[in-house]
């Protein structure tokens, strides 16, 4: 049984917490774990027509779940979407989304500054079963007009970028990909639907790392496909048949998780803005990448296409991986790993870590210096955590 889920004039913050809200025949008030592999037939002849598609009903986890099926509702509805299928991670969300849109010959133009294995993803496996990816300045609209070929099927972006926030225009990268004929994929993980919903600005279809800020608390992986649903239906197939389905203990915690998305994403959101403006006026701060500051190059469009800059701030020391270090190793509070998305506030040093393995030359012209450090802001309170980054910024 599903309830509230499609009463249309309900306001997101409630959606958040009542979409595809689900309980058993005991009406508990919790959401129910429906925590089994397959499903029970009352005869033979049931059974018969559930194969057969003739009668909706669950049969087996790796096709569909009442928990992940309330999670993916809810989700939908939150990114103002017809339609989501669940995944066990981002990654595999990418992964089934990319698989289900292409074939061999086909190609990708993709914006250049993408999470690691998205790019490896991208110029490694895709690569090799012959799906070609051009990659480009995500903010640079005549950039991703010159990438495409004839045979360009899908544009995929993250915004804002990580780690140096650049924020791409998502409707205008849109029409150009409709303009010729493409699908646009955006990876929404930074903003999460309380922030930003790219299907409302023309994307086709969201990809989420629900392990980052969905869940918020650092639990459990999980990912989703959202959108329309011809498209979704496409990508349900692939998923139910190659398998990266979500496992039903994940959708559950990851349904609680949405319930304080909004809470959660305006204030961590208020703290990073809080922390930026200190950091920039900072003597040992060279420069801040922040959307919600005025200095930001996109801060325009950000305002446009956010509700607020986000939780993710960086930035760069003076003195360069020496300095950097001492503000990472100095910190008693925010926990030093490269994660993000959670309560807790993390920072890392990107260049010797989640970009450790790229060329210094490539690092370097892809801006990710010596000095710049990643903090992803919690809900810590912002005093704290500007005491806690003083320590080594001195
Ligand atoms: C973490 C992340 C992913 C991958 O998600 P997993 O759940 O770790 O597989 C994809 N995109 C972005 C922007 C991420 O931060």
């Avoid at 009352?42 to 059974?47: G, I, R, T, Y």
């Avoid at 398998?243 to 909004?262: C, D, I, K």
Wanted: charged share 20%; with cysteine.
């Amino acid at each position: 049984m599903s309830v509230e889920t499609n009463i249309p004039e309900l306001h997101p913050e409630t959606l958040a917490i009542r979409a595809g809200r689900e309980t058993s025949e005991y009406r508990e008030h919790s959401q129910s774990l429906h925590l089994t592999s397959s499903f029970t037939y009352e005869s033979a002849e049931q059974a018969a027509a559930m194969f057969l598609g003739e009668i909706e009903g669950y049969t087996y986890s790796r096709f569909t779940n009442p928990t992940v099926t309330a999670f993916q509702q809810r989700l939908a509805v939150m990114e103002g979407a017809e339609r989501a299928i669940a995944t066990s991670s981002g990654m595999a969300a990418i992964q089934a989304t990319m698989l289900t849109l292409l074939k061999a010959g086909d190609h990708i133009v993709s914006s250049q500054s993408l999470f690691g294995s998205t790019t490896n993803l991208f110029s490694g496996l895709l690569a090799k079963f012959g799906v070609e990816t051009s990659f480009v300045d995500a903010t640079d609209l005549a950039a991703w007009q010159a990438a495409v070929k004839p045979n360009t099927k899908v544009f995929f972006l993250e915004t804002p970028s990580n780690p140096l926030t650049e924020v791409a225009d998502i409707a205008a990268v849109a029409d150009i990909a409709h303009a010729h004929g493409a699908l646009l994929v955006v990876d929404n993980c930074f903003c999460s639907p309380a922030l930003q919903q790219p299907i409302k600005l023309g994307a086709d279809l969201v990809v989420h790392s629900a392990t980052k800020y969905l869940d918020g608390h650092g639990r459990v992986l999980g990912g989703a496909v959202v959108g329309g649903d011809a498209l979704i239906e496409q990508v349900y197939l692939h998923v139910r048949t190659a398998g990266p389905t979500l496992a039903p203990f994940n959708a559950w915690v990851l349904l609680s998780g949405l319930e304080t998305l909004h809470l959660r994403m305006e204030k961590q959101s208020t703290n990073a803005l809080e922390l930026a403006k200190w950091l920039e006026a900072h003597p040992a701060v060279e420069k801040v990448f922040y959307p919600g500051l005025p200095s930001h190059p996109q801060h325009e469009l950000a305002l446009r296409q956010q509700k607020s800059g986000g939780a993710v701030v960086s930035f760069v020391v003076k003195g360069g991986r020496a300095a950097a270090w001492k503000v990472v190793d100095g910190v008693q509070v925010i926990s030093r790993t490269a994660n993000l998305g959670d309560v807790k506030s993390t920072i890392t040093h990107p260049a010797s870590t989640t970009h450790a393995r790229v060329a210094p030359e490539v690092r370097l012209k892809a801006g990710i210096e010596e000095g710049l450090i990643r903090v992803a802001v919690g809900l810590e309170y912002a005093g704290d955590l500007k005491t806690d980054l003083a320590r080594g910024l001195s």
